[in-house]
T-cell receptor, first 111, second 116 residues
Framework: DAKTTQPPSMDCAEGRAANLPCNHS???????VYWYRQIHSQGPQYIIH???NNETNEMASLIITEDRKSSTLILPHATLRDTAVYYC????????????FGKGTRLSVIA | GAVVSQHPSRVICKSGTSVKIECRSL??????MFWYRQFPKQSLMLMAT?????????EQGVEKDKFLINHASLTLSTLTVTSAHPEDSSFYIC????????????FGQGTRLTVV
């Protein structure tokens, strides 16, 4: 079972920041927070991951609360091509255990 | 970045026939690959773990005789849907974890199977 809870859907105006929340209150000390997204009829795409520090890459920023029980994925300037289902997943970083997907958040970026 | 390639991307077959889907890791070796199935408007559901050189492990409720998995090399896993029925119509996705500079989970493009 997925160990994360996300809102089922969100809307965001094009050009504005999209802030996608995720609750993972039962996260273990050795589990990372991963974010993937799935554009319609494609395989999931890696976005970012982190353990406890905030992370930023060319796609997004990840803000993890100090108690690590929740996080927020930030797309700083959403475009129409960011419309997708976003999945927040917790998992240990090593080993070959599979990613377990929850229901994700369907983000609609509106012109 | 690392690439996982799936083929075919789309297939239509008649009921009762078998369909093979290939999943390749293009620039890294993968001792383990994963197969997922996704029905419309639903999330990805793990079907099985494919292990190079050994038998696959299946999730509860997934018929191993219907979904045959072969992981014959470090870069190729295949999923064969045997005696397909319309209810097997779905989006099938494979995944592999890279190594070294390709660490992380990478996903294939997915295969849309339609059984008529």
């Amino acid at each position: 079972d997925a160990k994360t809870t996300q809102p089922p859907s969100m809307d965001c105006a094009e050009g504005r920041a999209a802030n996608l929340p995720c609750n993972h209150s039962t996260i273990s000390g050795n589990e990372y927070v991963y974010w993937y997204r799935q554009i319609h009829s494609q395989g999931p795409q890696y976005i970012i991951h982190g353990l406890k520090n905030n992370e930023t890459n060319e796609m997004a920023s990840l803000i993890i609360t100090e108690d690590r029980k929740s996080s927020t994925l930030i797309l700083p300037h959403a475009t129409l091509r960011d419309t997708a289902v976003y999945y927040c997943i917790v998992r240990v970083a090593t080993g070959n255990t599979p990613l377990v997907f929850g229901k994700g958040t369907r983000l609609s970026v509106i012109a | 970045g690392a690439v996982v390639s799936q083929h075919p991307s789309r297939v239509i077959c008649k009921s009762g026939t078998s369909v093979k889907i290939e999943c390749r890791s293009l620039d890294f070796q993968a001792t383990t690959m994963f197969w997922y199935r996704q029905f419309p408007k639903q999330s990805l559901m793990l079907m099985a773990t494919s292990n190079e050189g050994s038998k696959a492990t299946y999730e509860q409720g997934v018929e191993k005789d219907k979904f045959l998995i072969n992981h014959a090399s470090l870069t190729l896993s295949t999923l064969t849907v045997t005696s397909a029925h319309p209810e097997d119509s779905s989006f099938y996705i494979c995944s592999a974890f890279g190594q070294g500079r390709h660490r992380g989970a990478f996903f294939g493009q997915g295969t849309r199977l339609t059984v008529v």
